[in-house]
C-alpha cells in the first residue's frame, strides 16, 4: 500500500495511511472522544479557528479536528489528492 498525503484544509495534511476513521463531531460519542483526547494532549486542532466538521481519528489515537466536510476528506482519499 501506498502512503499519501491528504489535505485536510488550510494547509494541514495527514498520512492516508495513518487515518483509522473520519467521523462528525456532532453526536454525544464524538463529543467524549474529543473531550478525552483533549484531557490527554491528544487532539490536535487544524481546523484554523473555523466550526469543527470533521474529527479523524489516527492509528496513533491521536484526534484531528478539521473543518473540511467528512465526505470531501473521503473524496480527496479515494482520488488520491
Known sequence: MIVKPVNIGFGNIVMDGRIIAIVG??????????E?????????DAS?????????????NHIIMSAINPETIAARIEKGE
Open 25 to 34: 463531531p456532532d453526536s454525544a460519542p464524538s463529543k467524549r472522544l474529543k
Open 36 to 44: 478525552e483526547a483533549k484531557a490527554q494532549n491528544r487532539l490536535i
Open 48 to 60: 484554523s479557528g473555523r466550526k469543527t466538521k470533521t474529527l479523524i481519528i489516527t492509528d496513533s
